[in-house]
């Protein structure tokens, strides 16, 4: 029979790998499909691999990415994905707040609004690029209305211009992203307590002002995670060019992600996609560390309300109740 002292100890071992066993599964998957095709990818990102893919991989150090610092390219593809983060993610970060301001009051109806702004987000990326493709069409349905205004004799070339072609395809992009962005900002703001609202009501701080003093202060780590989070969606976008534009006119509105599409699986120079994908690789990680930052920082702010939360009734009991903007402070 086994001794006391052995069972417990073998206990102890069961109970520390059980939640591994559960895990199990899901490392499995998550390693054949994420990580060892992470490998693989950084591997042949120092060979050459291409066309014929009969042979195996030959071994040539950094040779591409000596080539990745001299390709026009690439180059013209992390401007346009930077240009890509500039127009989309301030409109991202302060759009969906103001709509969230907006629909953040108990009035008759105000869900159906919440719904209408919503929509665009269940709507596959693949029929919103084919509906605007219709609607930025030479006849579309856009230019219809500037030629029927007098705006314009023969319509505006929304995708067949370089000029145009990277606006009108963030705004398809910030088109469907307003009503996720504003679900975030909308439960933010219902953790907002009507106190402090009221108490700036009474000296003076009403309207849009309130905002201004009270909402903008509490709202910074909510504003501080869309912003990572649509830079991070932004960086990613291919759907809306691959359907939209196909990258062009003239590479104007290729991006790194849809370089890499077109080296790998049109041109079958899959060492050098390799290569782009891992410089796409690490702005994205930078990103996500951002993110993770973000996520703790948030767990902190919100233990620190709480705590506050519960030390305003002895302040009050104390020393009095303070004032709103000193409670904002507090808050923030």
């Given amino acids: 029979m086994m001794p006391v002292s052995s069972q417990s100890k073998w206990s102890l071992v069961g109970r520390s790998l059980t939640p591994y066993l559960f895990l199990a599964p899901a490392l499995l998957v998550l390693g054949l499909t994420v990580f060892w095709p992470a490998i693989q990818a950084l591997y042949l990102s120092f060979t050459s691999y291409g066309f014929d893919v009969t042979q195996p991989p030959l071994w040539i150090g950094l040779a591409n990415f000596q ?40 009035l008759r109806g105000i869900r159906w609004f919440r719904v209408a702004y919503y929509t665009p987000v269940v709507i596959s990326m693949v029929v919103a690029g084919i509906a605007w493709r219709w609607l930025y069409a030479e006849n579309g349905f856009l230019n219809q209305i500037l030629i029927g205004l007098g705006l314009t004799d023969s319509g505006v070339p929304w995708l067949t211009s370089p000029t145009l072609a990277l606006p009108s ?17 909308l439960a933010g703001l219902q953790t907002i307590p009507p106190d402090l609202y009221e108490a700036a009501a009474i000296d003076g701080s009403d309207g849009w002002r309130k905002h ?46 849809y370089y890499v599409y077109e080296l790998a699986f049109q041109e079958l120079e899959l060492s050098y996609a390799c290569t782009v994908g891992l410089a796409l690789f690490l702005v994205i990680l930078a990103l996500s560390i951002l993110r993770l930052v973000s996520d703790r920082t948030e767990v902190v702010y919100a233990a620190f309300r709480a705590k506050r939360h519960r030390l305003s009734g002895q302040v009050c009991e104390q020393s009095g109740c303070p004032s709103w903007s000193e409670e904002v402070h507090r808050w923030a």
């Fill in 169 to 185: 395809v963030m705004l398809v992009t910030i088109w469907k992203g307003v009503g996720y962005y504003m679900v975030i900002y």
């Fill in 212 to 257: 201004w003093d009270i909402t903008l202060p509490l709202m910074r780590p909510y504003i501080f995670l869309v912003t990572v989070i649509s830079a991070i969606a932004a960086t990613k976008v291919f759907e809306e060019i691959f359907i939209m534009t196909q990258g062009g006119p003239l590479n104007s509105s290729k991006t790194i992600v």
């Fill in 67 to 106: 080539e990745l610092l001299s390709d026009r390219t690439f180059w013209t593809t992390v401007k346009n994905t930077l240009l890509y983060l500039i127009g989309v993610v301030p409109v991202l970060a302060i759009l969906p707040l103001l709509l969230a301001i907006l629909v953040n009051r108990q």
